[in-house]
Antibody, heavy 118, light 107 residues
């Protein structure tokens, strides 16, 4: 059973880079597209992007200029970098496994709140 | 991007009620639709994928239907643990988008 766990700073200053990691356990990294999503306080879900085990990526057009997702299969880990953050990037960030066959995200990490503030 | 519109945005219901939530896509998405349940402080949980296939372990009181642009999630007999927010999500293209959610609370 695949399990995911996010880690990273909970507070980032405006204009700086948000960096998070997601540790994957219990499964092969070749079976999914490893994704990041976020949820602003009291709001809906926004897909940020995904990385495949080969390193190929796909990003949301609205964030593409600021986002980078990478993978380290030797560490069973993938990472998110979002640069030039503003208060609008304050959100709970989730990592999740996207199943291409089912077209759905499952499982998810528990989520980590990142606040952008000076 | 494909816009996903859910209705209603919230509803109040009683245990035992039949509840229906609608999701409409801004263009055809065939049956590339999933439903999630989210409780406060928790990650979303996958309920249904490919419009009508129940994820393993999800109670059979949940069901999904639709195709093209119009989809529904039905809870046949609402249980106390079903009070939550529900989201639809399209995977017709790889610019995945979600509806804004439907909050189901206690009447």
């Amino acid at each position: 059973q695949v399990q995911l766990q996010e880690s990273g700073p909970g507070l980032v200053k405006p204009s700086e880079t948000l960096s998070l990691s997601c540790n994957v356990s219990g499964g092969s990294m070749s079976n999914y597209q490893w994704s990041w999503l976020r949820q602003a306080p009291g709001k809906g879900l926004q897909w940020i992007g995904y990385v495949f085990y080969t390193g190929s990526t796909n990003y949301s057009p609205s964030l593409k200029s600021r986002v980078s997702i990478s993978i380290d299969t030797s560490k069973s880990q993938f990472s998110l970098k979002l640069n030039s953050v503003t208060a609008a990037d304050t959100a709970i960030y989730f990592c999740a496994a996207y199943d291409v066959i089912h077209g759905s995200f499952d499982p998810w990490g528990q989520g980590t709140l990142v606040t952008v503030s000076s | 991007d494909i816009q996903m519109t859910q209705s209603p945005s919230s509803l109040s219901a009683t245990v035992g009620d039949r509840v229906t939530i609608t999701c409409r896509a801004s263009q055809t998405i065939s049956t590339y639709l999933s439903w999630y349940q989210q409780k406060p402080g928790k990650a979303p949980k996958l309920l249904i994928y490919a419009t009508s296939t129940l994820q393993s372990g999800v109670p059979s009181r949940f069901s999904g239907s639709g195709s093209g642009t119009d989809f529904t999630l039905t809870i046949s007999s609402l249980q106390p643990e079903d009070f939550a927010t529900y989201y639809c999500q399209q995977s017709y293209n790889t610019r995945f988008t979600f509806g804004l959610g439907t909050k189901v609370d206690i009447k």
